[in-house]
């Protein structure tokens, strides 16, 4: 009996298989670390490495035993959801030898802004400034003491932290409406603004006060028929209510 004769290709194609399964088989016994599989998909002798590097910051907590003046005023400021080292840095060291090891202080006028430098992506109402515009060539700290950053002065205006808001407001329909038209607002909210919140329209009756065709607001505001324009959904899904279209 003659044994079955392969076509050359299927031999070709079964040398490069079993040379790839020996690399793998290779590759698992030789490049693998011991230790892989022994908790999970991971090496377990990096639980210890990570364990064993030296702890590099303290935690706000460890201030309070000599800095207690200072912990004391941040934690009843704006900046009480900061801890001490988001400014100061790493300050494990510094416990242990406070002379030896201290801590820079950002002083510079670049450092604040990270965080309060103008960008439209940050959450509506969180303070900013343009830093080129505000109060230039002196430090932040000759006005603001970083840890109690109250304002000199409240900002009375709402643009001072709404201020997307009121631009586009300020070039659309309702340029002529102040915002307190539409909100009621706390007086508390401009200088603790989280902890009163004013209160936004939440029915169509409350726009149809001046559109509804029936209502008696001055002539020249355009009307709808409130009962059927725009079905049952509330207004300012279809109508942004600081800066109205009607196309
Ligand atoms: C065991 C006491 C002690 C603890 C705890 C301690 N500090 Fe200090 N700190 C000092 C002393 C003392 C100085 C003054 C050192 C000097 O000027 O030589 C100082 C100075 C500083 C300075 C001044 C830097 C400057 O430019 O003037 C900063 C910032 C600071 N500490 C931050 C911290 C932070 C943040 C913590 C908590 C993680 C902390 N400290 C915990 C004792 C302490
Ligand atoms: C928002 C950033 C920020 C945070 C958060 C912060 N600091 Fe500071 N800290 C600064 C700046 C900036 C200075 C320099 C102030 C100056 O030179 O007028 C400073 C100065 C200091 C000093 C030097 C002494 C002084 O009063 O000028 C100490 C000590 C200090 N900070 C400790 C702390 C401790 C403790 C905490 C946490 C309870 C903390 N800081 C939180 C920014 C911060
Ligand atoms: C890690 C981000 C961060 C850094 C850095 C930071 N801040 Fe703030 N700052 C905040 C947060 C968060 C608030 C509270 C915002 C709020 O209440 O909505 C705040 C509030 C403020 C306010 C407004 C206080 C008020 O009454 O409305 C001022 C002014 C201020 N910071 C100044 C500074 C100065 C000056 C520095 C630099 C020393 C600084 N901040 C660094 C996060 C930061
Ligand atoms: C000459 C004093 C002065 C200096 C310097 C200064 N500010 Fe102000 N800052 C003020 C005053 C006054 C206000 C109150 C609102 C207003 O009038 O704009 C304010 C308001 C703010 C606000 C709140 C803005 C808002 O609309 O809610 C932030 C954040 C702020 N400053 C951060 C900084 C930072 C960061 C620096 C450094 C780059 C700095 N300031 C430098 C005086 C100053
Ligand atoms: C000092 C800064 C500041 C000033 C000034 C300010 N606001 Fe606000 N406003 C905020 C902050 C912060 C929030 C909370 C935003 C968030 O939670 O996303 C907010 C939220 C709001 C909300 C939304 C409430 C909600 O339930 O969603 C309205 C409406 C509002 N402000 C209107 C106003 C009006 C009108 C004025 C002027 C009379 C004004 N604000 C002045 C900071 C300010
Ligand atoms: C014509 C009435 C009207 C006027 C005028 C008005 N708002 Fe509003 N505002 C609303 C309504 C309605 C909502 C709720 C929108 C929603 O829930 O989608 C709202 C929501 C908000 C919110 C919550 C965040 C957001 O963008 O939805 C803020 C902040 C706010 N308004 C601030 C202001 C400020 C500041 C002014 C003045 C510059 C102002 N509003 C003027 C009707 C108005
Ligand atoms: C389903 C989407 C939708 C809803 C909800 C809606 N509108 Fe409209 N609105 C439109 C469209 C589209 C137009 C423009 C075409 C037209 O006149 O019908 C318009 C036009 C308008 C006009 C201009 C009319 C004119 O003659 O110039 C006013 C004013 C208006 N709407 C107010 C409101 C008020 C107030 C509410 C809530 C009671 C509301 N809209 C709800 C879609 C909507
Ligand atoms: C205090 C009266 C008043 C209230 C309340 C009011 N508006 Fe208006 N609205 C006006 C005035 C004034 C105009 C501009 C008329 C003009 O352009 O001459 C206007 C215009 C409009 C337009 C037409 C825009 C265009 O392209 O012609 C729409 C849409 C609109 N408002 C929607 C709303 C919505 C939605 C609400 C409720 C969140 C609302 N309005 C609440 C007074 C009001």
């Not at 490049?31 to 590099?56: C, M, N, T």
């Not at 230039?136 to 304002?151: A, D, V």
């Not at 936004?200 to 002539?219: L, Q, Y």
Request: proline content about 10%; charged content about 20%; some cysteine.
């Amino acid at each position: 009996m003659k044994a079955p004769k392969f076509p050359q290709q299927v031999i070709s194609l079964a040398i490069i298989f079993a040379i790839l399964l020996g690399g793998l088989i290779a590759a698992r016994i030789l490049l693998v670390p011991k230790s892989f599989g022994k908790y999970g998909h991971y090496r377990a002798d990096a639980a210890d490495e990570v364990a064993s590097l030296d702890i590099k910051y303290a935690g706000y907590k460890a201030c309070l035993e000599c800095h207690d003046d200072i912990y004391v005023i941040k934690e009843k400021s704006n900046h009480r959801g900061l801890s001490c080292e988001v400014c100061h840095g790493a300050a494990a060291k510094h416990i242990e030898a406070p002379d030896e090891f201290v801590p820079d202080a950002p002083r510079g006028r670049g450092y604040c802004p990270l965080c309060h430098g103008y960008n439209p992506s940050r959450p509506t109402g969180f303070p900013q400034i343009i830093t080129l515009q505000h109060n230039p060539g002196k430090p932040c700290m000759t006005c603001h003491n970083p840890h109690n950053p109250l304002l000199p002065h409240s900002p009375e205006e709402c643009s001072a932290c709404h201020r997307e808001i009121a631009s586009q407001k300020r070039v659309s329909h309702h340029s002529s409406l102040p915002c307190e038209k539409c909100h009621t607002v706390p007086a508390r909210h401009t200088t603790d603004p989280r902890s009163a919140l004013p209160k936004k329209p939440t029915t169509r009756e409350f726009c149809g006060g001046c559109h509804d065709k029936n209502a008696a607001s001055p002539k020249e505001i355009p009307r709808i028929e409130l009962a059927s324009h725009g079905g049952r959904y509330l207004c300012w899904e279809c109508h942004y209510p600081h800066h109205p279209e009607a196309k």
